[in-house]
């Protein structure tokens, strides 16, 4: 059974550049959470997607968005970055939107 | 709103010393409340979970119990390891499975 992925591993962006995450969900979930970690911190809740639809967003700007697609795979958009949002991004997915979170490793983002 | 409270770390224990981790919530309602942790270079992993009040979460020799009445879930365990070293992370879910909101993480270094 394949694990929660991905990717990249390390990101170097500017400031008001967009960025594109990936994960791929673990085989069978249909729910994906993504996360902000900012060196330190614990995660906070960026949004969930549950089926191809926004399930649930944490007090993040628009700016932040996602997809979810067919294949249940996601990927977090960043546009305008600044430089508070350098960060390990967490992906998890689940079984269904109530069942437990399996989290990747996660991509640093670094905004310079 | 939600939150988590855990005790500034970092905690350093010698092999086979007794651990306590506090954690407490602020929450409304009936929140899940779980335990993850993050060995060094790996993602989150779920360590024990609680979905009701005194119920006990277990998993390798650590434990925690939903205390609503002081609106604690403080992870314990008898006896560490080195193998123990790692961040911990208390963290709830207002809805099982949804919308977590997680503490600031402990870090546990544990010398032989």
């Known amino acids: 059974e394949t694990g929660v992925t991905q990717s990249p591993t390390h990101l170097i962006k500017t400031r008001g550049q967009q960025v594109t995450l990936r994960c791929s969900s673990q085989?069978?979930?249909?729910?994906v959470s993504w996360y902000q970690q900012a060196l330190g911190q614990g995660p906070q809740f960026i949004f969930q997607y549950y089926r191809e639809e926004e399930n649930g967003r944490g007090n993040f700007p628009p700016r932040f968005s996602g997809l979810q697609f067919p294949n249940y795979s996601s990927e977090l958009n960043v546009n305008a970055l600044e430089l508070d949002d350098s960060a390990l991004y967490l992906c998890?997915?689940?079984?269904?939107?109530?069942?437990?979170?399996?989290f990747g490793p996660g991509t640093r983002l670094t905004v310079t | 709103g939600n939150s988590v409270t855990q005790m500034e770390g970092p905690v350093t224990l010698s092999e086979e010393a007794f651990l306590t981790i506090n954690c407490t919530y602020t929450a409304t309602g009936y929140p899940s409340l779980f335990w993850y942790v993050q060995y060094p270079g790996e993602g989150l992993q779920l360590l024990l979970k609680a979905t009701k009040a005194d119920d006990k979460g277990s998993n390798k020799g650590f434990e925690a119990t939903y205390r609503k009445e002081t609106t604690s879930f403080h992870l314990e365990k008898g006896s560490v390891q080195v193998s123990d070293s790692a961040v911990y992370f208390c963290a709830l879910s207002p809805n099982y499975g949804q919308n977590f909101v997680f503490g600031p993480g402990t870090r546990l270094s544990v010398l032989p």
């Open positions: 998890a997915s689940s079984l269904s939107a109530t069942y437990e979170q399996y």
């Open positions: 085989s069978g979930h249909n729910t």
